[in-house]
């Protein structure tokens, strides 16, 4: 269980709190009106309060049952919900334990589910409600049907489930309860209609803070917190353009490495510094803080320090990115052809793929040929060491679409070689399918090729 001093947990403390001020008996619809990002704390509040450990006196049954249909979704909730209890055993031995013996009587519903029976189960599910209630032992407790439907494609058909519900003759004490977008307010109209039987709670979580009060939890003498505290001071300035709140906060952070004798940490404090400055065009302190950290790398793992290969990794991919910035093209599609060969002598062959896939992407638009041909080929060069999932959650197909289009006589063997791998991973229609996956995902590459050529003019 999360600790009560825990930022999170505070926050669904006074969510609970807020619910006992607002909410009443009468409520047949309630609503949280959150930001889209905060859904997660919706579904946290429900599923500790549907637990042993919820604060509130009230019985919370919370469901993701997809919504597709008006009229079926009061079937989908049903059969979820039998699934759950059928499934559920451990939740059985703490109801046993607790004095709850003999299996709850869901003939009539699972009769209804079986027949798919959709109309019924409009009029079963609150009395499904209402028997999970008096088979607890518990007929005067209110309970709370939670729902955050992992699908949603028509929230005007949703508001028209929402319009059923009310118009049925409920029991006593049954409250339904979801997550409204606080700028969407997607189920505003027929709250408005009902405003006797609903409740709306709106609530400023402040995630952002919660989010940066655990980042930097931790002595005050934790070099590890102080950095983190230094990465969210950048972080802020550099959003609000501030030059200077950046450099200062990335001083300290920089400051903190090198006196942390932590090689990690430092070489940590210089990319991300570094990266902050990207948007200020600094280009001889980016030098700098580049140069440092990456011969911090070098030496770490010199040293056996395996974590520091990623790190090294993405030193490359910086080091390119400022040589584009400055519109040293060549010098940039050296960084990243680098970059594919390091990570291939990691052995973190999808990592050289995508190396090399950029490497690619940004040559043909530049029309710089030679380079273009050397990354398609180092790529290729890899397709035995490659499985099929590792071709197919990879850039390869695209690569081999290039090479296999050559017809030099020099190559011939290792073209079969791929077109064998490629059929053995995609099937015989491999070209034609990699083809069409193409034009949306290099299409998307070919635009932040275009973002970066904006930056360099």
Known sequence: MIHPHNPIMQRLNAMARQWQQEVRPRHRLIRWMLRPEDHRMYE???????????????LFVFFYTPFRETENFSHAIMANWLQEYDDNTEQKKILAAA???????????????????????????PQMTRSYREWLGMPGTNLVLALLPKEMPSPPAFAAWLETWMRQDLPDGIQLLLFDHAQGNFWGAIFDKHPSHSCTMQHDLRMEQAIR?????????????????????????SAKKDRQGTQDWGEKALALGRRSGDALL?????????????????????????????????????????????????????????????????????????????????????QSISAWYKT???????????????????????????????????????????????????????RQQVEEKMQQACGPGWREEVEEMEKNYTRQRV???????????
């Not at 902050?276 to 600094?282: D, V």
């Open 44 to 58: 946290g509040f429900c599923r500790l309060e549907a637990s042993q450990h919820g604060s509130l006196n009230n």
């Open 99 to 125: 004095g709850v013996r003999g299996e709850w009587d869901t003939t009539i519903f699972r009769t209804a589910v079986a027949a798919e029976d959709h109309a019924a189960c409009v009029a079963l599910l």
């Open 213 to 237: 009060e655990i980042a930097t939890a931790g002595a005050a003498t934790d070099p590890q917190a102080s950095f983190r505290q230094c990465l969210f001071g950048m972080g802020e300035a």
């Open 266 to 350: 430092l070489a940590t404090a210089c990319i991300s510094y570094a990266g902050m400055l990207f948007n200020f065009k600094t280009h001889e302190k980016i030098d700098t803080l580049l140069e440092e950290g990456l011969q911090v790398c070098i030496k770490g793992i010199g040293k056996g320090e395996e974590s520091m290969k990623s790190l090294l990794l993405q030193y490359y991919a910086y080091k390119g990115s400022h040589c584009q910035i400055r519109k040293q093209r060549k010098e940039a599609l050296g960084w990243f052809m680098r970059m594919g060969e390091e990570a291939a002598a990691f052995g973190f062959f999808t």
């Open 360 to 414: 690619f992407i940004f040559a043909r638009y530049r029309n710089f040929d030679t380079e273009k041909d050397k990354a398609v080929l180092a790529a290729m060069q890899l397709t035995d060491k490659l499985g099929p999932e590792e071709i197919l959650s990879s850039e390869y197909p695209f690569l081999a679409a290039a090479f296999v289009q050559d017809r030099l006589d020099k190559w011939a063997g290792l």
């Open 447 to 457: 635009r932040e090729v275009e973002q970066q050529a904006l930056m360099e003019d």
